[in-house]
């Protein structure tokens, strides 16, 4: 999930008894399924959970470019490098319509950019890894994308109409994301040599275990969870997320003939459903603080992308004055 | 660090010929003419219309949720201003 840990300022779900009646009417509706809309009454902690989220999904966007910018240049054909230039634009795209739906809430974008700029916001744990071969570039459209897409098909049901819809929009696609990474992945491992086939294997024993803590820490230990299903904010938990994802990611794994760097994953008769190992929390936690192998470099990017623009951005808004400037004085 | 935002501009697409335009997000831009510009690009990657407006956000006025009943519920006691509320012969039903 592009959110992993998003704090909602509240210790315990409150009981119904316990509320005031706008917010004994909000949950009504929220029971109902009716979406909540920007001017709608909404409690202050339900506002600051979704700016949270939503912002945390937006900034995840924005970063998620780093990771593969960093093979545009490198793509072994221009049909491959127009596929990657396109995904990486979309997902500028996702970031922008997530910005859009948070600032319905009432911030400033320039309020949540700031936020992203000094480390005050998080963004996914998994645009903190490199990406090392081209294989890489495969491995994060089919795995991280698809892990991104569980996510987001159930958070198209979430309870704040703006995010819900935002959703609906980016859901439609990322489809294409996932196919392209997907097959870069299959003609490697179809018409590559060893060496290339080498390269796909490694790209998924990295990748992994990153993909699997993009849902966030286990339910017993996501103490804002409860709150966020109350509210209907999340639909599912990190848990039911990730099993989804693996269950319906090992059928495509066997196909492209690679296995998970996982000794405990099989299937169980019984659940109907894989098991698998234990996630390395202490490298999950470890990555989320900002010590991961790439988070100062990403951070770094993006601050520098945005002061070395701000005089692009200057320039526009001085040439927008001038320009209604003259046409006012042209009226007058 | 922080630069203050860009005027934010409310975003109507026309999917297809014949259909209205219909409300898809916004955009910030320094003028309507750039507000066309990233509507594009952020909008209509992939032939989702045929016509674009651009509208600033602080032009709209909307109604409140306040005044939801006061403005919205009176036409529900109002059927008769359906045509399932005229009862008619079989014969010429399909009227
Ligand atoms: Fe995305
Ligand atoms: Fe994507």
């Known amino acids: 999930m592009y959110a992993q840990m998003v704090e909602t300022g509240v210790k315990t779900v409150k009981d119904r008894s316990e509320m005031g009646a706008e917010e004994q009417a909000f949950m009504a509706r929220i029971d109902e399924e009716s979406k909540i809309e920007p001017q709608d009454w909404m409690p202050d902690a339900y506002r600051k959970t979704l700016v949270r989220q939503i912002s945390q999904h937006a900034h995840s966007e924005i970063i998620g470019m780093q990771p593969e910018g960093n093979w545009l240049t490198r793509a072994p054909t221009i049909k491959r490098k127009l596929q990657l230039a396109a995904k990486i634009q979309d997902e500028c795209g996702h970031g922008q319509y997530l910005y859009s739906a948070a600032e319905t809430l009432g911030v400033g974008r320039d309020e949540l950019l700031d936020q992203l700029h000094t480390g005050k916001a998080k963004y996914s744990s998994i645009f903190n890894y490199p990406t090392l071969n081209w294989a890489d570039m495969g491995a994060v459209g089919w795995l991280v994308d698809g892990a991104a897409i569980v996510n987001q098909v159930i958070l198209q049901r979430t309870s704040y109409g703006p995010y819900s819809r935002a959703m609906v929009r980016i859901c439609k696609e990322e489809s294409f994301h996932q196919r392209q990474g997907y097959e870069i992945l299959l003609t490697m491992m179809e018409k590559g040599t060893q060496a290339q086939k080498d390269m796909v294997q490694d790209a998924i024993n990295r990748l992994w275990w990153p993909s699997l803590m993009m849902f966030g820490p286990n339910d017993d230990s996501s103490p804002n969870t409860a709150q966020s299903l109350e509210w209907k904010i999340k639909r599912k938990t990190n848990d039911e997320l990730r099993q989804m994802f693996i269950d319906q990611t090992i059928p495509q794994l066997e196909v492209l003939g690679c296995t998970a760097p996982d000794p405990d994953l099989k299937w169980n008769e019984a659940t109907g459903h894989y098991d698998f190992g234990e996630i390395n929390w202490e490298e999950f936690f470890n990555v989320i603080k900002g010590n991961g192998p790439c988070n100062k470099q990403r951070l770094a990017k993006k601050v520098n992308a945005h002061e070395q623009g701000a005089w692009v951005r200057e320039a526009a808004m001085a040439h927008a004055t001038k320009q209604q400037a003259k046409a006012a004085a042209k009226v007058a | ?95």
């Open chain 2, 1 to 95: 660090m922080s630069t203050a935002d860009w005027p934010l501009f409310e975003v109507f697409i026309r999917s297809r010929h014949g259909l209205s335009h219909k409300h898809v997000g916004s955009v910030h831009a320094v003028d309507a003419t750039n507000a066309l510009e990233n509507a594009r690009e952020l909008y209509t990657r992939r032939n989702e219309g045929t016509s674009i407006w651009v509208v600033p956000s602080n032009t709209i006025t909307a109604s409140a949720p306040e005044q939801k009943d006061a403005l919205f519920t009176s036409p529900v006691d109002k059927i008769y201003r359906h045509p399932s509320f005229y009862e008619l012969p079989a014969a010429v039903d399909k009227m």
